[in-house]
């Protein structure tokens, strides 16, 4: 039987699945952690590549890497990195983003030209960073990759020509998913000078080979998850982690002028808008240190209550909010008397969070071409009894919930499997989901939302944060 490697390059760790092309059953997974920080010297994931990865290519027919979405990899002519890379997460070119959406004529327009409202994770705000704060590093800059390209350039034995793929590039900002093109001249423009660029391969192109694997082009970790659970239109995907994400496939592209919604491009020639809130599972994680319970307790304690925790509401803005855009905000909570109970509380920090989520899937529906018509709910929170029993009434949608699984290395090893067996399609592999109850089976949940979306309207002017 074929086997094929996918491998999730990731901000903790690298994870790496040998998979039966066929079946999409794992035959053996392993797993290699990463340096801490925002700002990380793209070598360390070539070694945990080799740690975690190395063991199990030779047995690979074909190979393709899922890696974390914007971090910029600057690197020499000799192939060598200028500056550690900043990822993501790494706030530090927040003002960089701000003056570049105005440079593009406002928030519209910066969606309009790229898919996207450019942000600090963004790839784009990161060079302008470099441009203004590591000056002599970027005049040593020859190419920009994003982290996936990195190690898929690494694999091909290091080419002239490095490629990418159109999900993850839709992240970098620099490129427009409407067009399915570079823009070269942004990228100058923010850079203060022109850099090469990868050249965006087709979704299932052969870009190389690594003995006698074939190497697939790779993705973006949210494009790779979409393709391991086999999201169709109407499936949303809501994973609920350190950040909730939710994301669907659509088949043209959006932009979103508020930018809640990122209007990003997929791994098979469609497109996968995305909706991220910055609170989602340490929502949980400060309930359940307030009452002093684990989060067992916390989910028995939830489900005592009832709905609307009478009349308790958390507006869950803990650390900031992205989904809305409210990066100066913290929690509020609302309705408290003498009469609450702990069980209200717990109740009002499952529902907080499952509302916030709400607010991500109606913008989604908002802005794509395919309203959501069910919810596939993953993450390490979603194993939580009381978010599973509150879901389909508080999203609104029927539930499922996928079993347990590294859906981006799965994810990776689909598009090598696609690319390896050169089908029209990629592999049509099982993804086992227990449906959870209807909503229309559960408790209206339409005053739950009124106060929610009260509160939240009701505080939109405010500025909390120092």
């Given amino acids: 039987m074929p086997l ?52 199990l290519l030779g047995r690979a027919d074909a190979v393709a890497v899922g890696g974390q979405q914007h971090g910029s990899v600057v690197l020499d002519e000799a192939g060598e990195p200028v500056h550690d890379a900043l990822l993501w997460n ?16 406002g928030p519209q327009a910066s969606a309009d030209l790229t898919g996207s409202v450019l942000n600090a994770s963004i790839t784009l705000t990161k060079l302008r960073w470099m441009r203004d704060h590591a000056g002599d590093a970027l005049a040593r800059a ?9 190690l898929t350039w690494h694999l091909a034995g290091r080419p002239d020509e ?21 823009l070269p001249d942004l990228l100058e423009r923010a850079a203060g000078r022109g850099l090469v660029l990868p050249r965006v391969a087709e979704p299932a192109e052969v870009v190389g080979r690594h003995g006698d694997a074939v190497v697939a082009p790779g993705t973006g970790d949210n494009m790779a998850a979409a393709l391991g659970l086999g999201l169709r239109p109407g499936d949303a995907a809501v994973s609920i982690g350190t950040s909730g994400v939710v994301s669907m496939v659509a088949a043209s592209p959006s932009a979103d002028g508020t930018g809640m919604v990122a209007g990003f491009a997929d791994a098979t020639g469609r497109f996968l808008p995305l909706a991220c809130t910055v609170n989602a599972a340490r929502i949980l994680d400060v309930g359940a240190r307030l009452l ?5 307790g916390l989910a028995e304690l939830a489900l005592g209550s009832v709905p609307g925790a009478h009349g308790l509401t958390l507006l869950p803005y803990l650390d900031g909010e992205r989904t809305p855009a409210r990066p100066d905000a913290v929690g509020t909570l609302h309705g408290l008397t003498s009469a609450t109970t702990r069980e209200d509380l717990a109740r009002a920090h ?7 989520l709400a607010d991500a899937l109606a913008a989604m529906d908002a802005m794509s071409d395919a309203s959501p018509a069910r919810a596939l709910l993953i993450g390490g929170a979603a194993r939580n009894p009381a978010v599973r029993a509150l879901a389909p009434a508080v999203l609104g949608l029927p539930v499922a919930l996928p079993e347990p699984g590294e859906y981006v290395a799965l994810g990776a090893a689909r598009q090598a499997a696609w690319t390896l067996l050169g089908t029209e399609t990629p592999p049509d592999w099982p993804v086992p989901a227990t449906e959870l109850a209807d ?5 209206d949940a339409t005053a739950l939302h009124a106060a929610y979306a009260e509160l939240r309207d009701r505080t939109a002017g405010w500025s909390t944060r120092s």
């Fill in 4 to 55: 094929v490697l996918g491998v999730d390059s990731s901000t903790q760790s690298t994870k790496a699945l040998l998979v039966d092309a066929d079946s999409g059953a794992v035959v053996e997974q392993r797993t290699a952690p990463h340096p801490e920080g925002t700002a990380v010297d793209p070598r360390r994931w070539l070694e945990a590549f080799e740690q975690a990865a190395g063991p």
């Fill in 90 to 105: 790494d706030m530090r070119s927040s003002g960089a983003a701000a003056e570049l959406v105005e440079e593009l004529g």
């Fill in 142 to 150: 020859h190419r920009v990759l994003l982290p996936h390209d990195y």
């Fill in 162 to 182: 490095a490629t990418t793929d159109r999900g993850d590039a839709s992240g970098t900002g620099y490129f427009s998913p409407a067009q399915d093109a570079w």
């Fill in 292 to 296: 002093g319970v684990d989060h067992a």
């Fill in 350 to 356: 499952v529902e907080g969070l499952l509302l916030s």
């Fill in 439 to 443: 909503p229309a089976e559960g408790p």
